[in-house]
T-cell receptor
Framework: GQQVMQIPQYQHVQEGEDFTTYCNSS?????IQWYKQRPGGHPVFLIQ?????EVKKQKRLTFQFGEAKKNSSLHITATQTTDVGTYFC??????????????FGTGTRLTIIP | ETGVTQSPTHLIKTRGQQVTLRCSSQ?????VSWYQQALGQGPQFIFQ???????GRGNFPPRFSGLQFPNYSSELNVNALELDDSALYLC?????????????FGPGTRLTVL
């Protein structure tokens, strides 16, 4: 089945430092979404990437889709305490039976040291 | 908030019992996806419903079944509960027919199986 590795599993940074999480797929993706889940909360949509090599920015967040559409990254510049949470990629694909299949990455848990 | 509601909030069952979880999708959405999230893990895709039909399924046994109603609300049924079924169950609604648009998650139902 589809393997979705996300690295690192955990990241502890000083407030103001940068943070990056990577999502790697064993298969070519049609598109990818990123979500943030705060402790005790539910996933909240951040962005969707569709095109090969696509780069999108949301304030301090930069999202990138690899040229081969097999990997993606999320980079946060100058982290703030509000960035605390777990960041997941979500891969949207088609199963062997032609149906929808959604696979979350393993997640990267970000903690901030004030 | 997303407008997606789930009930109940918490539930305690014993092994072998059956449970039904409910989800009301956001207004205008016709697709509902269900996920199981064990503590410290990423959400695992159970299945997706589009216009009352199952549109995709993850690697879950048949004792996990679902329904979607004409108003696009949905139910998740789990028979013969096992201890490993203890988890947070999340539903998410989306607007597109393929479910490839942004997913809006509900707050989840915390199921404990004793």
């Amino acid at each position: 089945g589809q393997q979705v590795m996300q690295i690192p599993q955990y990241q502890h940074v000083q407030e103001g430092e940068d943070f990056t999480t990577y999502c790697n797929s064993s298969t070519t993706l049609s598109n990818i979404q990123w979500y943030k889940q705060r402790p005790g909360g539910h996933p909240v949509f951040l962005i969707q990437l569709v095109k090969s090599g696509e780069v999108k920015k949301q304030k301090r967040l930069t999202f990138q889709f690899g040229e081969a559409k097999k990997n993606s990254s999320l980079h946060i510049t100058a982290t703030q305490t509000t960035d605390v949470g777990t960041y997941f990629c979500l891969l949207l694909g088609i199963s062997n039976f032609g149906n929808e299949k959604l696979t979350f990455g393993t997640g990267t848990r970000l903690t901030i040291i004030p | 908030e997303t407008g997606v509601t789930q009930s109940p909030t918490h539930l305690i069952k014993t092994r072998g019992q059956q449970v039904t979880l409910r989800c009301s999708s956001q207004s205008g959405h016709n697709t509902v996806s269900w996920y199981q999230q064990a503590l410290g893990q990423g959400p695992q895709f159970i299945f997706q419903y589009y216009r009352e039909e199952e549109n995709g399924r993850g690697n879950f046994p048949p004792r996990f079944s679902g329904l979607q109603f004409p108003n696009y609300s949905s139910e998740l049924n789990v028979n013969a509960l096992e201890l490993d079924d203890s988890a947070l169950y999340l539903c998410a609604s989306s607007a597109r027919s393929s479910g490839r648009d942004e997913q809006f998650f509900g707050p989840g139902t915390r199921l404990t199986v004793l």
